[in-house]
């Protein structure tokens, strides 16, 4: 039989496989888990350093034992210009929207858009809290539910908001139809036709259609792979155009996930209040960390700059619900009166499900078991990426939510390498789409948000075997 410490180390393992415990979390203290299991602490510390043994974990000295980091892959290395590309009108639309009608396709393998597999989203609990709303309170979801929204759910977003420092309050909450309807609200508030709005290179392609749309300039500035939009490129481009608004994805930015440490987050809100430019600030991952820390907000750490906060619930909830929100700063009331221009109102049933969510707490129960999932389906594709693809591939290393920035070796032209997966059932997002300028040719962004599964990893070896021949 067995010896005691062995059946924990064994159980903690695999809880560690599954991504319940992520790369860089710390596991519990030993007399709780020794309370919890109703084992000995001797048990327990002999169970950890099993673990240890065993390449699972490290020991931290006065600090406990933490989930080890997995092998250094070959990481993207920081690579940044200092110049930014002149400041343009942004096109490709046509492939984003080949990607997003891909996205409602069964028979296509998904790896293109970042929109989660059902299994990762609590489809359960969002159906249940939907019936009970539409039932319990059915002539309030029959009607309009008038900016700025429905007050218990702008109560709740700004309790959650303050946890992460600030002080906001409900009525600074505006509810929108997603985020990206956040951000073109927020960009509508400070800016006119025409304006040059300074990005992050590599930017989410959906900020950089809504820019097209909106008939402004996207100014592209490096961002560096771990600490986000390089400063000095901002100051620079300062000196040259006349730049009207900043949008930054500071938290787990999209597509290269990295997580900026608050001293960065601090000096590019000091270098935008000395210009005069506002900040707009989408959060949509910040609620996926893969070590379960919440990071702070730009808005939490100068509640009294120029910042518009944007974020949704479509990358944990559900995508479907379309409700997201603006913390709107000094521009609340001008973007209130935006959103009823734009759509009136958001859907009544979602708003009231969603505030039900949050305030039985059933929304943070499942926070903390995603993102070890997410944590674990990341590594997971990483490792994949690097075992089939050629040499000379390199990966990014999000610190949260659910994408892979790849860059492939050669001159492989990635809208070429989408076009043939696609043909094989495959979607990926090609690099340039990321890029008013049409950079990152030889990148893909895969969306790891997928149940791991024979078919996917026949996808993926299929993928490498065109970049093989590319
Ligand atoms: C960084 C970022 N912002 C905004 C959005 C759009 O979010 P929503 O679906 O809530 O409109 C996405 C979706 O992919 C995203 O990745």
Not at 14 to 43: D, K
Not at 98 to 122: E, T
Not at 330 to 335: A, G, L
Not at 426 to 440: E, M, T
Request: net charge positive; with cysteine; glycine share 8%.
């Amino acid at each position: 039989m067995r010896p005691l410490y062995q059946h924990v180390a064994a159980e903690l393992a695999q809880r560690i496989t599954e991504g319940v415990y992520a790369p860089g979390a710390r596991l519990p203290g030993v007399r709780s888990v020794a309370r919890q299991r109703g084992v000995s602490v001797a048990t327990v510390v002999a169970a950890y350093r099993r673990l240890e043994d065993d390449g699972h974990i490290e020991a931290r000295a006065r600090s406990g034992f933490y989930v080890r980091a997995r092998r250094a892959i070959h990481a993207i290395e920081p690579e940044c210009e200092v110049a930014a590309s002149p400041p343009r009108l942004v096109t490709g639309q046509e492939m984003a929207m080949a990607l997003i009608k891909a996205a409602n396709d069964p028979g296509i393998v998904q790896l293109g858009a970042a929109v989660p597999d059902p299994d990762y989203l609590p489809t359960l609990a969002v159906a249940r809290a939907m019936a009970r709303v539409a039932r319990l309170q059915r002539t309030r979801a029959a009607g309009y539910m008038m900016p700025p929204g429905a007050p218990e759910l702008r109560r709740q977003i700004a309790r959650r908001m303050s946890e992460s420092g600030g002080g906001i309050s409900a009525d600074d909450i505006v509810i929108t139809t997603g985020c990206q309807e956040a951000l073109s609200l927020a960009l509508r508030a400070v800016t006119q036709l025409g304006d040059v709005v300074a990005v992050e290179s590599p930017a989410f392609y959906g900020l950089l259609h809504v820019l097209e749309s909106l008939g402004l300039e996207a100014l592209e500035i490096p961002s560096h792979p771990h600490e986000g939009m390089a400063l000095d490129a901002l100051a620079f481009a300062f000196e040259r155009w006349p730049v009207k608004a900043c949008v930054v994805v500071p938290n787990f930015s999209n597509p290269l996930g990295f997580c900026m440490p608050d001293t960065h987050k601090r000096a590019l809100i000091g270098l935008l209040a000395k210009h005069g430019v506002p900040l707009i600030e989408d959060d949509v991952y910040g609620d996926l960390g893969f070590d379960h820390r919440r990071p702070s907000t730009c808005m939490g750490l100068a509640p009294d700059a120029d910042i518009i906060h944007c974020s949704s619930f479509s990358k944990t909830l559900a995508p479907g619900l379309r409700i997201g929100w603006v913390a709107a700063g000094r521009h609340r009331e001008r973007i209130e009166y935006l959103k009823y221009v734009s759509s009136i109102a958001s859907p009544t049933v979602p708003q009231l499900a969603v505030a039900e969510l949050l305030e039985s707490g059933r929304y943070e129960r499942y926070l903390r078991e995603v993102r070890g999932k997410y944590a674990s389906a990341v590594a997971r594709m990483g490792d994949a990426v690097m075992k089939y693809f050629p040499e000379g591939t390199r990966v990014s290393q999000p610190q949260g939510g659910f994408v892979l920035w790849v860059e492939l070796p050669g001159k492989i032209d990635s809208f070429e390498l989408a076009r043939h997966a696609l043909k094989q059932g495959i979607s990926i997002a090609p690099g340039p789409l990321f890029s008013a300028s049409g950079k990152f040719r030889n990148f893909i962004r895969l969306s790891c948000a997928r149940v791991w599964d024979e078919r996917l990893e026949r996808a993926l070896i299929t993928l490498a075997g065109l970049v093989q021949v590319r």
